[in-house]
């Protein structure tokens, strides 16, 4: 198992920004990828924003072109900046990392969740 510490949650008016970190830490593992997802009140969880281990992005329509996900593989921490938040942007947030300890083999871990409220 890979732990998660997620942070930088919290609340914030409309048209703001905000910057989620991630750092996973744990021994022998290789990660593949990590990423940030979502999940609001009566909604199914969603993708927000992937980022490999050689930095291809993938990012949901959502949040395309406002939010940026980038990565320090040094520290295996992974970051999510916010700008332009809406309302409909309120959610936990959850950081997601991918993972190998043997060949072939993939492994999936979830952080405990942060909550981005985006509100007057």
């Known amino acids: 198992q890979v732990q998660l510490a997620e942070s930088g949650g919290g609340l914030v008016q409309p048209g703001g920004s905000l910057r989620l970190s991630c750092a996973a830490s744990g021994i022998g593992f290789s990660i593949n990828a990590m990423g940030w997802y979502r999940q609001a009140p009566g909604k199914q969880r969603e993708l927000v924003a992937t980022?490999?281990?050689?930095?291809?992005?993938n990012y949901g329509d959502s949040v395309r072109g406002r939010f940026t996900i980038s990565r320090d593989n040094a520290k295996n921490t992974v970051y999510l900046q916010m700008n332009s938040l809406k309302p409909e942007d309120t959610a936990v947030y959850y950081c997601?990392?991918?993972?190998?300890?043997?060949?072939?083999?993939?492994?999936?871990?979830w952080g405990p969740g942060t909550q981005v409220t985006v509100s007057s």
């Open positions: 997601n990392v991918r993972y190998r300890r043997v060949l072939l083999r993939e492994y999936s871990d």
């Open positions: 980022i490999t281990s050689s930095d291809t992005t």
